[in-house]
């Protein structure tokens, strides 16, 4: 058995060196990537892990950056607080809606959340005295990050480079979370739960209790990414919460692979940097998009990570089989 | 142990359960028979929660359980398979045993330990008594249909159940299997006291193991009581013991 290679160490540190090694233009696209990753792994949660197809995860993305931008701006209230807010604010309202959604199961599920994503972007649309309507909120604040200019080696930094060191602490911490929640004995039961939900009630497992659970995490988390977008962003949006913003979380996902840990967090890397690229070249990115979408769900369903992953999968067992079954192995079994 | 009594349901003006009352004594291995479409797995539903009667009460150790969900019937001391196995696929074998402990015993609330090592003593001797200790890493949707319904009992057991339904427990067996599964269940039966009520198509089986045995017809009870009473039921003769040969 060869040694674990430390996968998730190695991508931290390269994550970490883009601001050392890069220009102005990868960092922005670095924090876009890390910032948008957290959003498609918190929607995993309930796709990949207890099988919830969410159509309105936008909403508590969208959540989040308005309570955040509206604290930081309005109140000038302080960057963490104001981004622990702007979390537990979308957890909260994914409790409310969530509530009725578990109620409801598949398609029908799906269709009730993004029907109250859709409520909350017309909120967010309408009510101009607070989120600025259709203009939105501009100039929302940076966090006030000059004390990172004194920090050795970060001192020749843009204000930039040292928001995106910033939301890359944050959201390393959100990743180590969700990985010891879908590593705890919650997490277990939103994995039978999404194998098979009939028999998970008759092991003693209150599903609406669970999935209500598991919504508000993602909320959390959704709402965390949110609020970093927000700062990132200068400015949120109705767009924020609109349909086509639950969509990009979900090809994320689908993209890199639902089944896998990292696969959504993969997927947003892929799906930014194809964004990038292929822009650059034409203007029918979304048209690209589609081809890549149809041929990743016809050839490859498990996504980018899933696909590596079995893979890895075939290459290792041969040599196992190689040094483990001997000829002599084999004649006594048969 | 169970006290059903006048339950009855009916879907779209179709009477499935009509007015069945029945016990079962603890520690008594109890059958259902009947002829397909009798009513015999809406019976198990009904008691088990998953439908709601429309008449009728069950008592479970005198306790009034009618209407309550399936996961508080389970923690309250009942067990059960289904007739189309019903396991985690995508998880091994040991997972599935494992996270019946988890969620029977309430752990699930737990959102930071560390769920591998949980019950692991527990989950290995119960997988060592099923015959299933060498298959522990294999993912369950990949074993033989016969291997996936012990899986099935392991998780059902792992529940830790006083009484135990089980629906067709030997359904789609080969005859080897079946007897084996037969064997399997009297021996965990006697070892924890449970008391059982199945269901099952294949006489030989009944008769083999069942002390008591009821019998449905149209979703009606029409016969009730030992097997060689029931065996000698001029009405069970009729209507299902003579339909069958």
New interface residues.
Partial sequence: MSRRVPWTFIVFLVALSVPFLGSRFHTFVATDIVILALFAMSLNLLLGYTGLVSFGHAAYFGIGAYTCALLMKSVAAPFLPSLLAGGLMAAAFALVFGFFCVRLTKIYFAMLTLAFAQIVWAICFKWNDVTGGEQGLPNVPYPELGWMASLPLLDGFRAGDHFYLVVLAIVAVCFAVLH??V???????L??I???S??????????RA?ELAAFAVAGFFAGISGALFGIFNRGVFPDFAYWTKSAEPLIMTILGGAGNFWGPAVGAFAVIVLNQQVTSYTEYWPFVMGVILIILLFVFPAGIVGTLAALAARVRPRTKSATLVGPDVVDRHA | MLEVRGLSKSFNGFTAVDRVSLSVKRGEIAAMIGPNGAGKSTLFNLITGHLQPDEGQILLEGRDITGAPPHRICKMGMGRSFQRTNIFPKLTVFENVQAAFISNRGRGRNFWARSADLYRAETNALLGSLGLRDQAEVTAGELSHGARKQVELGIALACDPEILLLDEPTAGMSAAETHETIRLLETVAAERRLTLLFTEHDMEVVFSIAQRIGVLHQGRLIAEGKPEVVQRDPNVRRVYLGERR
């Avoid at chain 1, 590593?183 to 039961?189: E, L, M």
């Avoid at chain 1, 009939?198 to 599903?207: C, D, K, M, P």
Wanted: overall charge positive; aromatic content about 12%; hydrophobic content about 35%.
């Fill in positions: 010891r929640i590593d705890s004995p919650f997490g277990r039961v994995t039978i999404r194998d098979n009939e028999r998970a009630q008759f092991v003693g497992v209150n599903l669970y």
